[in-house]
């Protein structure tokens, strides 16, 4: 069962736009929810992550979002690029515990 | 700094064999964590060593192994292996044990079974 549900799958957006992908998960134990950007080739690298005492975190040109009674939260990428076409995956782990339990992934492409 | 290298970065092998991949964590990470990713199932937790000892196990079978030497550097094996462990074995590393810390990934061991 996936714990962490993630959408869209995948994502075209124009240069200059905006990209949101969102997440879902059911387990009130989770604490720490990072997002992972993966280029092809490479592991995946932490962008931003947030803890369910705040309801949005911003570092630069991406935002996370986080909805603790919706238990949702998105990531935003405000004048996107080309050179964030990448793969970007959401995560959480439970309080205590450094196991991720990753999203299944959103493929983004940014069009010049 | 040196980030997570993991050896040897491409691998085939027959299925029934036995692989071993290797990982070296960032200078002074005592945690390490593997993870499988495949196209279908995602990114899936194997399990997590710190200071030598398994700490936390993934829902995988006990084909799958691991351990950590006193250096922090980590091992993983596949034994009997099937054409269904064909995957991308990523290692992460974490700067402390406690939980809820950065995870810094290597490029990861791409296994092809045939």
């Known amino acids: 069962q996936q714990q962490v549900k993630q959408s869209p799958q995948s994502l075209i957006v124009q240069k200059g736009g905006i990209s949101i992908i969102n997440c879902a998960y059911e387990?009130?134990?989770?604490?720490?929810f990072p997002w992972y950007q993966q280029f092809p080739g490479k592991g995946p690298a932490l962008l931003i992550a947030?803890?369910?005492?705040?309801s949005e975190k911003k570092e630069g040109r991406f935002t996370i979002s986080f909805n603790k009674s919706a238990k949702q939260f998105s990531l935003h990428i405000m004048d996107s690029q080309p050179g964030d076409s990448a793969t970007y995956f959401c995560?959480?782990?439970?309080?205590?515990?450094?196991?991720?339990?990753f999203g299944t992934g959103t493929r983004l492409t940014v069009i010049p | 700094k040196a980030g997570v290298t993991q050896t040897p970065r491409y691998l085939i092998k027959t299925r029934g064999q036995q692989v071993t991949l290797s990982c070296s964590p960032i200078?002074?990470?005592?945690?390490v964590s593997w993870y499988q990713q495949t196209p279908g199932q995602g990114l899936q937790f194997l399990f997590e060593?710190?200071?030598?000892?398994?700490?936390n196990k993934g829902n995988f079978p006990g084909r799958f192994s691991g351990r950590q030497f006193s250096n922090s550097r980590s091992e993983m094996n596949v034994s009997t292996l099937e054409l269904g462990d064909s995957a991308l074995y990523l290692c992460?590393?974490?700067?402390?044990?406690?939980?809820?810390?950065?995870?810094?990934f290597g490029q990861g061991t791409r296994l092809t079974v045939v």
């Open positions: 992460a590393s974490h700067r402390v044990g406690i939980g809820n810390t950065e995870a810094f």
């Open positions: 200078s002074g990470h005592r945690s």
């Open positions: 947030i803890r369910p005492d705040v």
């Open positions: 060593y710190f200071s030598e000892t398994q700490r």
């Open positions: 995560a959480a782990s439970k309080r205590g515990a450094n196991n991720l339990f």
């Open positions: 387990n009130t134990a989770f604490d720490y």
